[in-house]
T-cell receptor, first 113, second 112 residues
Framework: DTGVSQDPRHKITKRGQNVTFRCDPISEHNRLYWYRQTLGQGPEFLTYFQNEAQLEKSRLLSDRFSAERPKGSFSTLEIQRTEQGDSAMYLC???????????FGPGTRLTVT | AQSVSQHNHHVILSEAASLELGCNYSYGGTVNLFWYVQYPGQHLQLLLKYFSGDPLVKGIKGFEAEFIKSKFSFNLRKPSVQWSDTAEYFCAVKLYGQNFVFGPGTRLSVLP
């Protein structure tokens, strides 16, 4: 399967801990997106990369969140000092360019206790 | 602020009933429009998309959607639903050169 993959699929952590998620996009896609989805809502944009450059960050992305995409391949999303309000599904998507549909991964479900 | 609304939070239909899910957006410029579906336990998948041309677009699994520019709408339709269509449906709008904005989703339950 050459779709978008995310790891881990589920993460349970205690408040105050740091967590890191990984996304592997479809190999020829130069755009990579991170979204957050809570129950009953659609995905909310967090940030995106074109190759290794992070081009936009939503105001939803507080200082505790950081994302990287070294070498323009996989990406990581780190949340420092997690809070209960960070509990959500974190989705990654990739696209071959700016005006194309996005292909989504299965998501990482984060639960902060 | 840019926004996408979906008229129904939860729709319940019997098999073979017709389906129409509403989607409206608040942008005035050129838009690309999408419907994504999320089956239980699965990831978001593209159902159909509109970029330009014929405003009536056909997607997978018998779904279609009509772009009505004057109404800022992109409603999803299917003439006869099946139990396997039970899922959550998300409308998404993308301004040219900008990022996606998703609607809140509509949960469809099809009763066998």
């Amino acid at each position: 399967d050459t779709g978008v993959s995310q790891d881990p699929r589920h993460k349970i952590t205690k408040r105050g801990q740091n967590v890191t998620f990984r996304c592997d996009p479809i190999s020829e896609h130069n755009r990579l997106y991170w979204y957050r989805q809570t129950l009953g809502q659609g995905p909310e944009f967090l940030t995106y990369f074109q190759n290794e450059a992070q081009l936009e960050k939503s105001r939803l992305l507080s200082d505790r969140f950081s994302a990287e995409r070294p070498k323009g391949s996989f990406s990581t999303l780190e949340i420092q000092r997690t809070e209960q309000g960070d509990s959500a599904m974190y989705l990654c998507a990739s696209a071959p360019g700016v005006n194309y549909e996005q292909y989504f991964g299965p998501g990482t479900r984060l639960t902060v206790t | 602020a840019q926004s996408v609304s979906q008229h129904n939070h939860h729709v319940i239909l019997s098999e073979a009933a017709s389906l129409e899910l509403g989607c409206n957006y608040s942008y005035g410029g050129t838009v690309n429009l999408f419907w994504y579906v999320q089956y239980p336990g699965q990831h978001l998948q593209l159902l159909l998309k509109y970029f330009s041309g014929d405003p009536l677009v056909k997607g997978i699994k018998g779904f279609e959607a009509e772009f009505i520019k004057s109404k800022f709408s992109f409603n999803l339709r299917k003439p006869s639903v099946q139990w396997s269509d039970t899922a959550e449906y998300f409308c998404a709008v993308k301004l040219y050169g900008q990022n996606f904005v998703f609607g809140p989703g509509t949960r469809l339950s099809v009763l066998p």
